[in-house]
């Protein structure tokens, strides 16, 4: 026999679900199902002509053998990653900082920092390239005359300016809040203290902005491996793939090639997922193990 207490729950627990429902059916049928669709196509051979066909590994050992994927792909992404990250995590620190003062007009100066965030990544993408076109503004104001974005050796990094450009505004905000949190008493306790503003920054403010940093972190290395638009507009993996990343291969293969290795594409984009899983475990027990040896 069943208490009233259990059966409240219970009720209350059943109309918790269905008021959830609608999420969870979308949740399942574009993530879960999707995903665990993609990672039986790893497992097989398929062009979207034919039925898949059962090979096993050899999608995995076909990505691992690709030389466009470990020459070209693979390090451009790493690349990306080691170089995009740090900055942008960086200037929008500096950035929240510089707003979370008592500055004339910093609303102003906040909207203007985080419009690009919110501004269509293909339009922000076109400007780019009219920007660094041979007779774009770039080179009118500078004197040059490059071709940024057909040169192998620049066509990379005014990808990553762009993204940089584009991410800063929002990270800067989340950086925002977290500043905004720290109570001013221990600001103020810490000046009892003789501490000068250098001091409270590094001994203060980015200890206790440790969670935050993580999540910036995370987001940025998220979205820097899975970084696909800027390029695909841009470049379309080009010059001399130069510019061409994981994400970009994916596509390539999936839609772009003549045989639609689209088996293959579904087993990169698996290693692409582990990889942004080990990256993300490996970073947060970074960022934790600094901050434990900063509390000794």
């Known amino acids: 026999m069943i208490s009233a207490g259990r059966r409240r729950k219970l009720s209350e627990a059943i109309d918790g679900y269905l008021f959830i429902s609608p999420w969870l059916i979308i949740f399942a049928i574009f993530s879960v199902i999707s995903l665990g669709y993609a990672v039986y196509l790893s497992f097989t051979s398929y062009n979207l002509l034919r039925p898949p066909e059962w090979h096993g590994l050899e999608g995995y050992q076909r990505v691992l053998n690709d030389e466009l994927f470990m020459t070209k792909a693979l390090p ?6 080691l170089i995009v990250v740090p900055i942008q995590t960086a200037l929008s620190l500096v950035l929240a900082f510089t707003m979370d003062q008592k500055l004339r007009y910093r609303r102003f100066f906040r909207t203007v920092f985080y419009l690009p965030s919110v501004t269509s990544s293909v339009v ?30 620049t066509a990379f990094y005014v990808i990553m300016g762009l993204n940089i450009f584009t991410t800063a505004g929002t990270l800067m905000l989340i950086f925002l809040a977290g500043l905004q949190d720290i109570s001013s008493t221990i600001y103020e306790a810490s000046e009892i203290d003789g501490a000068n ?32 638009d800027q390029i695909f507009i841009m470049t379309a993996g080009g010059p001399l793939d130069s510019t061409t990343t994981i994400t ?4 390539k293969w999936a839609f772009r090639d003549t045989t639609i290795k689209m088996g293959q594409a579904a087993s990169l984009a698996v290693i692409l997922t582990f990889i942004i899983l080990v990256v993300t475990l490996l970073q947060r027990r970074v960022i934790e193990g600094s901050g434990s040896s900063a509390e000794r």
């Open 76 to 81: 451009n992404t790493f690349k990306f990653v």
């Open 124 to 153: 922000i993408s076109l400007i780019f390239v009219w920007l660094f076109a041979p007779q774009g503004i770039f080179n009118q104001i500078t004197g040059l005359t490059n071709n940024w974005l057909n040169d192998p050796a």
């Open 197 to 228: 503003a250098v001091q409270k920054f590094f001994y203060i403010t980015i200890p206790m902005l440790r969670p935050v940093i993580f999540f910036v972190v995370t987001v940025g290395v998220i979205g820097c491996f899975q970084v696909f």
């Open 248 to 251: 970009y291969l994916i596509y």
